[in-house]
Structure formats: C-alpha cells, structure tokens
C-alpha cells in the first residue's frame, strides 16, 4: 500500500531554512556540506518522528509478534537518501536544493558512512532492517553502536595502512535517539554459587561480579513509502552511578569503554579474545533483558513469550542467547527449567553464513567460565539435558558426540545455537546443502525439520533508485514506474532486451555511469582510464578464497600477451579493485601490494597504453559501492566452488546490467537459473570436482606449474622481478601457489578462467549480443529483492502476521 508524505517544495523549503536557522545561526550560503547535512537530516527528523511514535503505540496496543534480529554487525552505509527515498521526498528535497542553490550530491557526501560491519554478514543484516520496515513486518535489530566502525583504509606506497573510524565523531550520529529509561545492567565475571530461596529453589548469589550499564541508542527504520518505522537498537556501554568509587582511574575508565569502542578488535591475542566475548555478552544479555521486560508489559505469562517474541541469531556472534535467555527466564524471573527451555527453543532460530570450519566460533572453558560463571553453568546444564534426551531417543551415540555443545575443552556456539533453537539456514542453495552434508550434518541426521535456506538478497532501492538514478529513468521510460513500487514488474523489460533503441539507451546509461567512475578515479588515483575498455569489477573483502589472485594471474597473462605482440588486436579493460584485509591477515596484505605495484607497473608502460589499465580503490566501503557497481561491465564471482556462502554484491551487479564471470558458487547458480546459462559467464571447477580433490588428496599444483607453459611464465612474473618492490609478496605467493600445493585451485581453474574472460571480450565486441545479456540480467533480477528474502523469514521462521501497514486511526 503506498503512502507518501504530502510535502510541497515551498513546504520542504521553509521547513529547511527554520530548521537551519535555529541550529547554525549563519547565512545559507555561508554553510557548509556538513552544517548543511545537520539541518536537513534534522529536517527529516521532525517529518518521521510522528510516524515513529505511532507505530510503537500501535505494535503495544495490538500486541503484535515481534522479531528481534540479533547481531554483531549492521552495516547501512548512508542513511539520508535511503531515509528521503523512502519519506517519497528524495525528488522534493532535491528540487528544493536547486531552487536555494545548494548542491544536493555534496550534501549527501557529508554524511559518514555508518560502517558498524565488515562486509556481506553486516550488509545483510542492514538491508534485513530496511526490507522488514518496507514490507511492514515488526522486526527490531539489536546491537552495538561502536565508537569506531571498520578500520579506513588507506594505500601508501601500494600497502594497505588502517586509521580509526570515528564515524559519529564530534558531532554525534543524527539518525538516533538514546533511550535512558531501557538501560539495563550487565554482570561479568566474579563468583557464583547456588543458595537455598525456599520453596525448594535455588538462586545465584554473586561475589566479586563487574555490574556495567547497558545504555540503548535507538536507529529509526523507515520503510519504503509505508508510514512504518521500526527500530535498530544499538548499546552502548557506561559505568553505573552506584559502582563509580571501582573505577578511579580514567584507565579504569578505558577498559570499560573499550566494549563498545571498536568493531572486531584484534582477537588473536588474550586480551583481544575475552573482550570479544564481552561484546557479544554484552549486546545479546542487554537486548533479552529489555526484550522480556517489553514482553511481560503487556501482561501476558512468560512462558508463552513464544507466541509475541522471536530473536534471530545472525551467526554465531550472538549464540550466547539461548543459555543467557535461559538464565533471565529462571534467575531473573523463577521460571522451571523445562518451560523455560520450551519458550527458548521456540525463540530462538539461527542463520550460518559460512561453511569454513575455523570461522565457527568456539571458546575455551577456561576463559568463557571465567567471564560468563553463572552463563556458562547453564550452558553446561544443557548440554548434559542434550546428551541425556538424545541418549533416551536412542540416538547414535558418535554424532551426538559431535554435536555437543562443550567438548574437549571448548565451547561450541553454533552448537548451542542450533540445540538452543528450532531453525537453522544457510544462505543460498548450495550453501544450505553442504551445511546438510558436510559442515553440520550430524546435526542434520539428527534434526532434519530444523533446517532451512534462505537465499539472501539486497535493497534493490538503493542499487537502483538511489546508487544508479539515470538508470533507473531509462527503466522507466521503457516500462513505465510500476516496478519502483513493486520489483517483480521488472520482468517487463525482458520485452525490450532486443529492442535496437532500448538497447542503445541502457548503453548510454552505463557508458554515463562509466565515465561518472573515470572521473573520480582519475581524482583519486591519477589514472586516467578509458570508458571504451571493458570495466571489469572485483570488489569485495580480500580473502584467499575469494581469489582475487586468479583475477591478478589473468591480468598478467594479458601483460604477457600485449608485451609479446603490441600490434595484436586486443580487447581493451580496465581491472577494478576495492578490498579491505583483515589487520592480521599478512597473506590478503601482501595481495594487495602485488595489486597496486603491478597496477603501477601497467599503467605506466606506453606500450601498454589504454590496453590494459589496473585501479585499486582505496576505502572500499557501502557508498564507494555505489559508485563503481552501477559502472560495471563484467562482475568477479570467482570463489573456489563450495567457499562463498552466498554473495550478496553479485546480486548489486546483476541488477545494474553487469554480467557475471562466475564459478558455480554461492548465489551465483541461482543468478545463472534467473537470467539462463547464456547470459553468465561460467568457468571452473564444480563444488563435487572440489570435494573430489579433499578426498582423494590427488591435487598437485607443481605438476600442473611445471607441464603449463603459460601458467609457468605467469607464476614466475611474481618473483623474477618483473613486478618491481614486491620481492617478499611475490615469493609469499609463490609459495602458497606451488610451495604449498595451491589451497584453493586457482592452478587448476586458471585455463578455464582464461578462455571465459576470453569468451567475454569476443562478446562485448558485439555490442547487440552484449546488450542483450546485460538487460536480461536487470530484468531477471527481482528474484534477489531482500524483500521477498525478509518476507519468507517472517512466515517461514518467525511466525509474524503482517500488522496493518502505516498509521492506525
Ligand atoms: C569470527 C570470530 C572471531 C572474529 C571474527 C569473526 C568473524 C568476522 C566476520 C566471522 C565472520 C565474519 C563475516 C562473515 C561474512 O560476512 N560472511 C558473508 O556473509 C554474507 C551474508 O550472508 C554472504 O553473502 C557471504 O558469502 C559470506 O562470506
């Protein structure tokens, strides 16, 4: 149902200039980027916060089922156009701008990225928030608000160099609000042993605790053109008034702080590792308690809180909560133990975004009992009820073993996650069948109904309306606006895909959003790049797996190529990069300064000339992402077969009219299904050929170096000096290719790659046939909205009806 604002432009005008001349106290003209920002985000404030109130009254008044969607990262990137776009005011805003001379895209540029999240698991959870608020659902997010969000990266002397991200800096983040009346305390450490409380109960007594004060920050989520505003809960932590004479110092201080003061810490050192833990704690003990107390308001038995509330657990970040619901529900509350862990069962479910085993969170008992007691005896507790009960249903004894939540020592979180819960899913197919067969499957013979997949998407609104807006005009033009309300009237341009002029539009759009690239590459970089070459995009978090490296061997077999004949007749590209490494992760570092010293060495060679040009990106981030993935032609999705989960840009890409090189991976064999085999580029190795090598450990990668002539050549380029300043990173890559047997195939999908990429330049040469492909990809791509992704988990998972969308009267 669509609902707007009502807003005139005079309106939205005189609205602005009151609003800025209460808060700045200065001349329009006079203002910059960011006092202009200020006002106009708190323009927008007074526009929803009605609207905000409203659905908060009406959720309690109909005591709605709520989800709450739990996790250690969001990641929404900017939040005024979205915030615009979805008020239907983005068009009024922007007329208003030019009618008082302002520049709206500096505007907009002010704003710092709201970066709490790493990459995909981050974004998910972001586009999750705005999907839920679109499509009316009472879903609540819940997590932390940290000081500093992911690292900035920087790029000196071709090394990746990482400065904090103080994204709310001095000025404080506008969107949100803090909610004192909702803190909660947190207990850590001490010690905790069992007293009498009569009537033949016991209840925990603590000694020596740590007591900290939860304090929320509440993010407004606006649904698009809906009147619906839910709720992104973001802690942060404090020093209660009545423990203040514990902490003297203001080192003290600091290490209180320092919970919610950066995402990820480093956690391979001790220190690093418990604060971690802390922060998960922290969040999911803080969002229960209030969760519970919202819940018991309304008057209603706890133990039917299965019936109003859901909390989702987005990987295992947040896995403490079954055992820390558990603890509120009989500590806090008196509940028996087998109705608490019915309600808790039915609360919670659980989404896996990965398949590798070592991202699996596990913690020592040691450290886990030392800063969670009273947690951690309730965990124990489960497990021996969990051993108990299978042992009674007969169950075998060697997989119940394996699916135990303590064990040798160690914590399991996805184990308890999944015990502690009635749903687990992967995030695309085929992700969802090797947790199946491989990665859970004790736990799958054991509880087959609890599993399920999900198969993620994006905010198609921001990769189109917002990232790519000429686009979405010529969109427009050929099937009228329908499918800016609803995705799926997408579908329409399948009619045109063919059509000469409709293809000569969507050309033009993307040349435009080529050359809106070049431009700031050129600003960025000095590079100067051709939109005539084919822009071909890998962008994404830097990880072996992923095998950015096989797109840099690729990029040196065409070096070789253009060297060996410079007269050929040759395919100009551009390679673009962006990629964040994790600060420890020395391998993924040395990556990227092979990337920038071989971009130095191609861009620089005349002979080379506009052939073949490299961009590494520095910063890549939510609103860069905006800029190149409308500006695509050719999409990297090359992860080893079995590896990436899901994917999540390859959808972005689709959707603006790249096309895809991809191995049959992640989501990209659902994107191959929505737009036909014709319409991607598949190489590479399949999940089962992968599989194949892991158990008959018949891989050799120094034979195939050794017998592979032009592979050889291209290995050796990374330590014959070819390559200048990068001696120590080249051997590095050398090894881990030949040395070390080549972890992810790139040796053996190396060919295969090649003749795709080949397969790719023969198409864009033929402008009809690559137009073609590129709008089927945008037209076959609504299967992708995180909508439709949001909608199952809410009917399939959750349990939600749909409260009546907007204002209630
Ligand atoms: C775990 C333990 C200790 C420290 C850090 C971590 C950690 C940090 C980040 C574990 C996982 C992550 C992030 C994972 C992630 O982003 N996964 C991606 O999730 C996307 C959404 O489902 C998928 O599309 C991607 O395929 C998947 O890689």
């Known amino acids: 149902m669509e609902q707007t604002m009502e807003l005139t432009t005079d309106q939205f005008i005189r609205d602005f200039e009151q609003t800025f001349n209460e808060q700045q106290q200065t001349l329009l003209q006079n203002a910059t980027p960011t006092e202009l920002f200020l006002a106009l985000a708190h323009t927008i404030r007074q526009y929803y916060t009605p609207m905000w109130l409203e659905r908060n009254e009406s959720l309690s008044a109909r005591q709605e089922k709520i989800a709450y969607y739990f996790s250690i990262e969001f990641l929404p990137g900017r939040m005024l156009e ?274 590798l085993s070592e991202a699996l969170e596990k913690w020592s008992t040691g450290l886990f009992s030392f800063v969670l007691p009273r947690v951690f005896q309730i965990i124990v507790e489960i497990d021996n009820r969990y051993m108990a009960q299978m042992g009674a249903q007969g169950a075998d004894y060697a997989r119940v073993e394996n699916t135990r939540i303590v064990r040798n020592g160690q914590v399991h979180m996805a184990h308890l996650a999944i015990i502690g819960g009635h749903s687990v899913n992967g995030v695309a197919q085929i992700h969802t069948e090797l947790l199946k067969e491989d990665t859970l499957r004790d736990f799958y013979a054991l509880t087959p109904e609890k599993f399920n997949n999900k198969t993620n998407g994006i905010v198609q609104r921001r990769w189109t309306q917002i990232a790519a807006p000429v686009l979405s005009q010529t969109i427009d033009k050929w099937i009228g606006f329908e499918w800016r309300n609803d995705i799926h009237a997408l579908r329409a341009l399948n009619d045109v895909v063919d059509n000469p002029r409709a293809q000569n539009d969507f050309w033009e759009v993307k040349q435009l959003a080529k050359k809106r690239l070049a431009d700031y590459i050129e600003e960025t970089t000095g590079v100067h790049v051709s939109t005539d070459a084919i822009f071909d995009v890998q962008v994404k978090r830097l990880h072996a797996y992923k095998r950015q490296l096989l797109n840099v061997m690729h990029i040196i077999k065409l070096y070789w190529d253009i060297k060996d004949n410079p007269e050929g007749d040759f395919t100009p590209r551009v390679f673009i990069f962006g990629a964040k490494a994790a600060p420890g992760y020395h391998f993924a570092k040395s990556i990227i300064k092979v990337i920038n010293e071989l971009a130095n060495l191609i861009n620089n060679d005349p002979e080379i000339g506009d052939k073949l040009k490299v961009v590494f990106l520095e910063n890549y981030r939510v609103s860069l992402a905006e800029l190149i993935i409308p500006a695509a032609n050719v999409s990297e999705q090359i992860s080893l077969a079995s590896k990436e989960a899901s994917g999540t840009s390859n959808m972005k890409f689709m959707m603006t009219g790249a096309v895809t090189m991809a191995t049959l991976d992640g989501a990209n064999i659902e994107i191959r299904d929505e737009v036909g085999e014709e319409n991607i580029v598949i190489f590479g190795m399949t ?19 050794d017998t592979d002539p032009v592979l050889h050549r291209v290995i050796n380029t990374f330590v014959d000096g070819t390559i200048p300043r ?84």
């Open 687 to 705: 999940k089962d050929e992968v599989y194949h090598h892991y158990e008959t450990h018949d891989y050799n990668a120094r034979y195939l170096y």
């Open 82 to 355: 979205t915030n615009l776009l979805n008020l239907g005011i983005l068009d009024t805003v922007k007329e208003g701008f030019t009618q008082l001379g302002l520049d709206f895209t500096a505007v907009k540029n002010a704003e710092h990225d709201m970066a709490l999240g790493n990459g995909g698991l981050g974004r998910l959870a972001a586009a999750f928030m705005d999907s839920l608020a679109t499509t009316g659902y009472a879903g609540f997010g819940n997590g932390l608000r940290y000081k500093y969000g992911l690292f900035k990266q920087r790029i000196v002397d071709g090394y990746q160099v990482e400065l904090p991200d103080a994204w709310f800096g001095s000025l404080g983040n506008v969107w949100e609000t803090r909610k004192d009346h909702d803190a909660v305390n947190v207990r850590f450490f001490g010690n905790v042993y069992m007293a009498d409380a009569g009537e033949g109960k016991l209840k925990p007594v603590y000694s020596n605790a740590q007591v900290l004060r939860a304090v929320p920050y509440d993010v407004p989520q606006l649904g698009y053109k809906n009147g619906v505003v839910n709720n992104l809960r973001l802690w942060d932590v404090e020093i209660p008034e009545e423990y203040e004479l514990n902490y003297p110092t203001i080192a003290d201080r600091r290490r209180v702080e320092d919970i919610t003061a950066v995402l990820y810490p480093d956690d391979s050192t001790e220190e690093g590792k418990k604060l971690r833990l802390m922060q998960e704690y922290f969040m999911t003990s803080a969002g229960l308690q209030t969760i519970v107390k919202s819940y018991l308001k309304m008057g209603l038995p706890l133990e039917k809180i299965y019936e109003k509330v859901s909390v989702h657990i987005n990987d295992t970040h947040p896995a403490v909560a079954p055992a820390e619901f558990m603890r509120i529900l009989i500590d806090d509350y008196g509940m028996e133990w087998d109705a608490a862990w019915n309600a808790t069962t039915k609360v919670m479910s659980y989404t896996n975004h990965t398949i």
């Open 726 to 809: 990068c001696q120590s990173e080249g051997s590095e890559i050398f090894d881990a290719l030949v040395t070390y047997n080549d972890e992810y195939f790139l040796l053996e999908d190396f060919q295969s790659y090649v003749a795709a990429q080949a397969r790719v330049s023969a198409l864009y040469r033929d402008r009809e046939r690559w137009m073609h492909m590129s709008m089927m990809n945008i037209a076959n791509s609504d299967k992708f909205t995180s909508d439709d992704t949001i909608r199952q988990y809410a009917e399939e998972i959750w349990h939600l009806s749909l409260p009546h969308a907007g204002r209630h009267r």
